[in-house]
């Protein structure tokens, strides 16, 4: 019996590694209307179908802060699920499809950078291309992302690596520390 934890640690993310993301999502409607009202967006290209109507779209477009969200959530799981420190930035976001209510939603994603941090030895700096695609393959956001992910603990064997033989790393407390994380496991048959 074998054990799997969510999440990849920086070494397990090299460069021109590729997932295909397990999670698709159908947008519906109201995810759409609480998305653009919680965020205080008044766009009626959004929220007013009457308004959708007359334009070139023909109906409401989903917002695109939430396919952003939604496409980068979907990669979570196999990526970053509590092996992330801190997401550092979006170097592009583009938007080439609208995306309606209906649409279902999958996400690839691309490692096009990977480096040691030089100011963190016990984590390194990834790069990754999330694309966002609907139902008929056609790429609706693709985003460039940088985030801060930790090494694998010193005695643990990533996933398609040797064994991580690095010191452990001893930092003076600052302020509040985030606590330890244990990896997330789960038993597969």
Request: charged share 25%; net charge negative; with cysteine.
């Amino acid at each position: 019996m074998t054990q799997r934890r969510f999440g990849c640690w920086f070494e397990e993310l090299p460069v021109g590694h590729v997932t295909h993301h397990a999670f698709t999502r159908t947008v519906t409607e109201a995810d759409n209307v609480l998305f653009t009202t919680m965020t205080m967006n008044p766009q009626p290209l959004h929220l007013d179908a009457e308004f959708a109507a007359r334009t070139e779209f023909g109906r409401p477009l989903v917002n695109s802060l939430f396919t952003l969200g939604l496409v980068v959530g979907m990669t979570v799981p196999e990526l970053t699920l509590g092996t992330t420190i801190a997401n550092l930035g979006f170097s592009s976001i583009e938007f080439p499809k609208p995306v309606f209510a209906g649409d279902t939603l999958r996400a690839v994603t691309e490692v096009l950078d990977a480096r040691p941090s030089k100011s963190r030895p016990d984590a390194g700096i990834v790069v990754f291309r999330h694309d966002g695609y609907n139902q008929r393959d056609e790429l609706v956001c693709r985003a460039v992302r940088t985030a801060l992910m930790r090494r694998a603990p010193v005695g643990t064997e990533p996933v398609g690596t040797e064994p991580v033989v690095r010191e452990p790393v001893v930092r003076e407390p600052v302020g509040r520390e985030p606590v330890g994380r244990e990896p997330v496991v789960r038993e597969e048959a």
